[in-house]
């Protein structure tokens, strides 16, 4: 990993007490942060605080949680937590936990058998095949070789396919996170995104090893309370999300 780039600055985050959800609360903390130059992200939490991590210039920081300290019009903060947090190298100010768009796993049978992961980004469908297959196993690092896009109105297809066939294996909605933005995070090469699926959840990271005509990727679930060390999803789960049937149903008609 390159440490020209060495992290400066100071790190907080800060949890806002009392009235501050549904007041727009994050998207003013957006701009805040924005006009300061600091980086970090916002989030809801589910006991009606605002979490905040933010980093930068020393002085931009305790701006932006001075800012905090009275949020936008329309919050009552009744208590700012500050605690010192780490410096983790965050390329931009995002707001956490809002979907992103939707995503699909659908199993296919072609001349090799593989599940094709889908990422809504930007009105296209980011696609990868992943020759086994995802895992919830942090441990398995998982090949995914980038393809071409796919529109969204594939996203519900399933049926036979030449010989094979397609299921749609797994769905549901994205967050894209990690400290670089979307879509260049994926243009760099790494791009940490949460799915909230049926079958898969939680963090994962998409890694490219080889990039060239046809990108290799590794798929590799992110160490998080949800992560199932040691489980094969793919052999315990292999039904469709939405008919209940197997790729093997489908083929056979
Ligand atoms: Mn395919």
Redesign the pocket.
Same mark, same amino acid.
């Given at each position: 990993m390159a440490t020209s780039k060495k992290a400066k600055g100071k790190g907080v985050r800060v949890a806002v007490r009392g009235q501050v959800q549904g007041v727009a609360f994050r998207y003013t903390t957006v701009e805040r942060a924005r006009e300061l130059g600091v980086f970090g992200w916002v989030r809801n939490e589910d006991d009606g605080t605002v979490l905040v991590h933010a980093e930068g210039p020393e002085e931009a920081v305790d701006a932006l949680v001075e800012w905090l300290g009275e949020g936008p019009p329309g919050a009552e903060v009744d208590e700012l937590d500050v605690d010192p947090g780490k410096v983790e190298g965050h390329e931009q100010f995002a707001i956490r936990g809002v979907s992103a768009g939707v995503f699909v796993v659908?199993e296919?049978e /072609?001349t090799a058998h593989?599940w094709?992961l889908r990422l809504e980004v930007d009105g296209v469908m980011r696609?990868w /095949?992943v020759p086994k297959g995802p895992s919830m196993d942090p441990a398995q690092k998982r090949l995914a070789v980038q +393809?071409e896009d796919h529109q969204k109105s594939h996203n519900d297809f399933e049926g036979k396919a030449g010989k094979g066939g +397609?299921i749609v294996w797994d769905r549901g909605t994205y967050e894209q996170g990690g400290r670089v933005a979307w879509p260049e995070a994926l243009e760099r090469g790494h791009a940490v995104f949460v799915l909230h699926g049926e079958k898969l959840e939680g963090g994962f990271a998409l890694q490219r090893t080889r990039p060239g005509e046809k990108p290799q990727w590794l798929l590799i679930k992110r160490k998080d309370d949800v992560a199932r060390p040691g489980s094969d999803i793919v052999a315990e789960s292999p039904e469709s999300v939405v008919s209940g049937k197997t790729l093997a149903d489908v083929i056979a008609g």
């Open positions: 659908q296919h /072609a593989h094709d696609s /095949a +393809v +397609v």
